[in-house]
């Protein structure tokens, strides 16, 4: 099996390294952190894509520097649901989630500041890659909890079967690599 998979997204060729998932399936790993110009290129697109927002809403992790460079170009603020409670918050609520590229559930929190400032707005929810769609069922149950209302599900690629989605704006499909007999 070839170890990169080639990626064009938003004008740009990315080689992405290919990363053993299970005994049957194989992922392209595809990483924003680092990479400015894919970052930048990336907002630019997807921002021409959404409909009108109040606010961005990401998870913490690889969607981060995406959602901070959308909204340093439109001007709106981003929010981010955090991975575990930090001192800082005052009454975070959780919501669990399990995706395909973590080993284990996890649950996201909102800090009530944070909740108090959705309430209300229109909320575009947006990360690096949809894949089983366990994070975004997430972040939309923060939304709602805190009684925003979601106008847009975003990601630079939907993997596997997401890119079959109705309900997602996303840059380019990302496809599942299934693994070949025999493969170490």
Sequence with gaps: MNQYYTL?????TRELPICK???SLSIAGFVMFSDVELTIACATELLKKLPEFDVLLTAESKGIPLAYEMSR???KKYV?????IKLYMRDPVGVSVKSITT???????LDAVDA????????????????TGESLNALDALVKHAGGKIVAQAAVLAEGDAADRKDIIF???LPLIPNEEGEA
Excluded: F, W
């Design 8 to 12: 064009q997204v938003a004008g740009l």
């Design 21 to 23: 998932l299970n005994d």
């Design 73 to 75: 170009q439109c001007g």
């Design 80 to 84: 981010l649901a955090r991975k575990s």
């Design 103 to 109: 080993a284990k559930e996890q649950t996201l929190y």
């Design 116 to 131: 108090e400032y959705l309430k209300g707005k229109r909320v575009a929810v947006v990360d690096d890659v949809i894949s």
């Design 171 to 173: 840059l380019e499909p």
